[in-house]
């Protein structure tokens, strides 16, 4: 498909011309199947187009498809019959013919079966929950859903429900029949009162849950099909409908426009749930976590607008806005009293989104260390001069070198990416000018970014800490220190495999004067990159120079675990000059990975790691409260040795930066954030072993001579 702009505009005209005469189902707005159609045609062309490696349109691809679509709308088998699958399954081999030609018949009869379904499904739920759960009964619930067989009829699937309701009360039986062994034999309750309370519970949750899914909309059933159709290209490249690239862009510069609270729906009701530390609500102090939206108007209105019952993110839409601009909300305290509170909008930072650093102290408290956490690779995809990750991380190096920092450690566990642009300028601060990453385009032409400034901002060692959750952007990073040899990596055995580069594509500029609104946008992987010793970092991620075992050991996790990732490959190596000022780099790490596989509290980790990788294989679970209970103390007799974890304490202490000092005085609830920190961090092994290194390199002394040159 090698159209230019303007032909397909024409085509889409015609497409929408020949389409506009066709019949609807009867209960689907034909504007949406118009936008629906539009769609496909249009992400087809630009996945087609623009994709790095883009997938051939085949019978194979549409098995699969298909698959994964009809799992995803049904996860738990909770609605669909075993009829309404082997209809459904008429276009197993047909989604490609569908996408060539822009229909959308499975979505629609899937959507339209899905949404009767789930009415039904409502008043089964309301039938089984007014019966008491049999406690007694001698059963069982296999929770491998994806390989159990689809309910025969409504007979079978009534009991489906019943086994998953009475699996949610079983937990909270057990609870309070527990609570009732520790009280006195006049304060216990009826094993009925018991079942009475958990069943209420379950029906409350499960109402929430109801309710909750009429606010799903058919666009977000439409991007699920979508999202579908492009994870078959690879994993990461999807469509984002409007709110959600609202929400990307929100994500990635780490900032919005509005009041600053975190909001909830609980039943028809919006509640506050996070006051965000310096935005608007924090700063009037009359906002509370608990209060309840009633009402939303603009500076201007004279008539509020009622938000009870409006699906949450329409409320929101109405709630944020511009800088600078008023929005008058109409609360319900917690105490029950009505009151209206006019707050002048703002740009907002999470603050969590952002770098953050502290000083850290050996048990002497003699030598200071520094560590950064970065969550992610953030920027201002607005602003091209706004709040950017290198630059934060810069200005921490040098605060934290102000404080006498003698070693560094950058913690990039579970940074799953983010700019590559942020991963050149960060690189830089660290060595001299040089290749930082390689980049493969889809003609197979490659490009090397290169930090050009040859100025280092922290000369001393360094150690990077990562993860199997450290992606992309936090694997170029390390990668390119560990090619250099400026950084000891310690972490998992690999990251997460992530050698993808990914862009937005926004819909709306390949068709003009359309009426049907926004159309959002996708994100396709347009590039590999490659280290700089011309290997990919695609599944095999990067290996870690002293190998620590964590959680995540034993389970599937990374890209390699994927359906569709792209595969590994490799190209010619950049030419780079190593770092080579390490003395005893090599020995330093075999005295860490000594240390480590010594440690008692390290192979506890891992024996930890290998038991829940056994449990989640255990899928049988049984529904008798006996049978259960003896399956829970077993689980809790198992799992006593690993409470050791628990109660870990390394010998560090930790001290505010001095910045920081100032904001926390005046702001009890980022002081209460970084106290929350620091108590992980004394908890935290990995990070008493990364210190550990620091010290050993620190010990060595850097060498002011000598390089060592690898070239193409």
Not at 19 to 35: L, N, Q
Not at 87 to 112: G, H, K
Not at 675 to 692: C, F, G, M, P, T
Request: aromatic fraction near 10%; charge should be negative; include cysteine.
């Amino acid at each position: 498909m090698n159209f230019i702009k303007n032909n397909v505009a024409i085509a889409i005209l015609v497409l929408l011309a020949a389409t506009a005469s066709c019949s609807f189902t009867k209960d689907i707005d034909p504007g949406d199947k118009d936008k629906e159609e539009l769609l496909v045609n249009l992400i087809s062309h630009v996945l087609q187009r623009n994709h790095y490696s883009p997938a051939d349109l085949t019978d194979d691809f549409s098995q699969k498809v298909f698959k994964n679509y009809i799992n995803d709308l049904d996860p738990a088998k909770r609605y669909f019959l075993e009829s309404d699958y082997q209809e459904f399954a008429n276009y197993e081999f047909l989604l490609d013919d569908e996408i060539r030609d822009s229909r959308v018949q499975l979505f629609t009869l899937t959507y339209e079966r899905l949404e009767q379904r789930r009415k039904e499904a409502e008043k089964l739920f309301t039938e089984v929950i007014k019966q008491p759960f049999d406690f007694n009964k001698e059963e069982v619930m296999d929770t491998d859903y994806e390989k159990i067989p689809y309910a025969k009829d409504s007979k079978e699937l009534k009991d489906h429900w019943r086994k998953l309701l009475k699996l949610s009360a079983l937990g909270s039986y057990y609870d309070k029949m527990e609570e009732q062994e520790e009280k006195p034999e006049s304060e216990r309750k009826s094993t009925s009162a018991i079942e009475k309370e958990v069943r209420d519970e379950v029906k409350r949750s499960m109402e929430e849950n109801f309710d909750f899914s009429k606010d799903i909309e058919r666009l977000d059933y439409f991007s699920l099909y979508l999202n579908s159709v492009m994870a078959y290209f690879d994993p990461h490249t999807s469509y984002f409908a409007p709110q959600n690239k609202d929400r990307f862009d929100t994500a990635m510069s780490g900032k919005l426009e509005g009041i600053g609270a975190r909001l909830q729906k609980k039943m028809d009701y919006i509640k506050v749930l996070e006051i965000i530390s310096g935005g608007p609500a924090w700063r009037s102090q009359d906002v509370e976590v608990g209060d309840i939206i009633l009402k939303v108007a603009q500076e201007n209105d004279t008539v509020a607008t009622s938000i009870v019952g409006m699906r949450i993110s329409n409320a929101v839409d109405l709630i944020k806005g511009p800088k600078g601009t008023k929005v008058r909300l109409t609360l319900k305290r917690v105490d029950g009293t009505i009151e209206d509170v006019t707050l002048t909008r703002d740009v907002v930072e999470i603050e969590e989104t952002f770098a953050k650093s502290v000083i850290v102290k050996d048990p002497e408290g003699s030598i200071n260390y520094g560590l950064i956490n970065l969550p992610k690779f953030y920027f201002d995809m607005e602003n091209r001069n706004g709040r950017a990750s290198g630059d934060d991380i810069k200005k921490e190096i040098e605060r934290l070198k102000m404080q006498g920092m003698d070693g560094l450690v950058l913690d990039l566990r579970n940074n799953g990416g983010g700019s590559l642009r942020e991963v050149i300028e960060m690189a830089g601060l660290f060595i001299e000018k040089g290749p930082v990453v390689q980049v493969a385009l889809k003609n197979e032409r490659t490009q090397t970014y290169s930090d050009d400034d040859p100025s280092i901002i922290w000369d001393g060692p360094l150690v990077i800490m990562v993860n199997e959750l450290s992606a992309s952007a936090s694997e170029i990073l390390a990668a390119a220190l560990q090619d250099y040899e400026r950084a000891v990596i310690i972490g998992s055995k690999q990251t997460f495999g992530k050698g993808t580069v990914q862009n937005f594509e926004d819909l709306n500029r390949w068709v003009r004067n359309s009426d049907l609104g926004d159309l959002g946008a996708i994100k396709l992987t347009t590039q590999k990159f490659y280290r700089i010793n011309g290997k990919s970092t695609q599944l095999e991620g990067v290996k870690s120079d002293i190998v620590t075992p964590d959680r995540y050991s034993y389970i599937e996790i990374g890209e390699r675990d994927e359906e569709f990732p792209l595969p590994y490959d490799e190209i010619p190596a950049a030419t780079y000059t190593k770092f080579n000022k390490y003395i005893d780099f090599n020995s330093t790490i075999a005295k860490s990975q000594a240390r480590i596989n010594s440690n008692e509290t390290f192979q506890l980790i891992d024996e930890n790691a290998k038991w829940m990788s056994e449990q989640r294989e255990e899928h049988i679970v049984p529904l008798n409260y006996t049978a259960y209970k003896e399956r829970l103390h077993r689980l809790e007799k198992e799992t006593e040795k690993f409470e050791k974890l628990e109660d870990y304490k390394n010998d560090l202490s930790f001290e505010y930066v001095n910045y920081e000092k100032e904001l926390i005085a005046k702001d009890s609830l980022l002081a209460e954030k970084r106290e929350r920190w620091h108590k992980s961090l004394s908890q935290d092994v990995y990070l008493a072993e990364a210190i550990n290194v620091l010290k050993d390199l620190k010990v060595s002394n850097i060498q002011n001579t000598g390089v060592s040159t690898i070239k193409n």
